[in-house]
């Protein structure tokens, strides 16, 4: 799981990437606290603060992100179009935290970030 290193009588570990953000995914989850999730992994609280924040400023950077198509929603928008004859005038996205995003379908991508930025938290 994480390396450990003893340096002037000190323990240092190096957690891996996907390890670190599998924790702070846990951390954010409903009724769990940091500090059950840092001593569940025997971490200081502040590190795993530390590691939130590194991650929260990340991920306003562009990433690609898992989509999944209702296609009960798919099929009557289809038809909607259809009938209207034009592209859908609106997208829902619903983020991982439960919260539903319905934006322009015309928005300008750097807008859709800073949304998506202040919206996707916990």
């Not at 200081?44 to 198509?69: G, N």
């Not at 539903?100 to 996707?120: F, N, Q, T, Y």
């Amino acid at each position: 799981m994480e390396a450990e290193i003893i340096v002037e009588g000190r323990r240092r570990r190096n957690w891996p990437k996907e390890v670190k953000r599998r924790i702070v995914e846990e951390s954010y989850a409903r009724d769990v606290s940091v500090c059950d999730v840092a001593r569940r992994y025997d971490l200081d609280p502040a590190q795993l603060f530390a590691w939130r924040k590194a991650f929260r400023q990340r991920s306003t950077d562009f990433q690609l992100i898992p989509v999944a198509v209702d296609e009960r929603e798919r099929d009557r928008s289809d038809s909607e179009a259809d009938a209207a004859g034009s592209a859908p005038e609106r997208i829902e996205i619903v983020l991982g935290n439960g919260r539903r995003l319905l934006v322009p379908a015309e928005i300008d991508p750097k807008r859709l970030r800073r949304l998506l930025a202040a919206v996707d938290t916990p």
